[in-house]
Nanobody, 124 residues
Framework: QVQLVESGGGLVQLGDSLRLSCTAS????????MGWFRQAPGKEREFVAR????????YYADFLKGRFTISRDNAKNTVYLQMSSLTPEDTATYSC?????????????????WGQGTQVAVSS
């Protein structure tokens, strides 16, 4: 049974940093492109970032403006999202996802497995 479990969310203040983790079980992480999405209250889920199977290439949503970094450790079956300069607009539930067949996966439909998400709240 495939499971993706996110952790690291919480309540932080404007300008703070936070690192999210996504640990996978039931699959060989190295076979999957991994992505992070987020969903703010009352809004649709949106793409945040993805990382290639080997971790040597990453792609980010334009709105991030270089504030977030996605990385992975296949030996630990874990993907990370380092977030910095957080603002209240980053408040959302952040979910990781795994895509086996789409090396340029940026849409929800490109991903095969999803975690339940971890909540991030940024206060001003």
């Amino acid at each position: 049974q495939v499971q993706l479990v996110e952790s690291g969310g919480g309540l932080v203040q404007l300008g703070d940093s936070l690192r999210l983790s996504c640990t996978a079980s039931g699959l060989a992480l190295s076979r999957y492109v991994m992505g992070w999405f987020r969903q703010a209250p009352g809004k649709e889920r949106e793409f945040v970032a993805r990382v290639s199977r080997s971790g040597d290439a990453a792609y980010y949503a334009d709105f991030l403006k270089g504030r977030f970094t996605i990385s992975r450790d296949n030996a630990k079956n874990t993907v990370y999202l380092q977030m910095s300069s957080l603002t209240p607009e980053d408040t959302a539930t952040y979910s990781c996802a795994a895509s086996e067949g789409h090396f340029k996966a940026t849409t929800i439909g490109d991903y095969d497995y999803w975690g339940q998400g971890t909540q991030v709240a940024v206060s001003s």
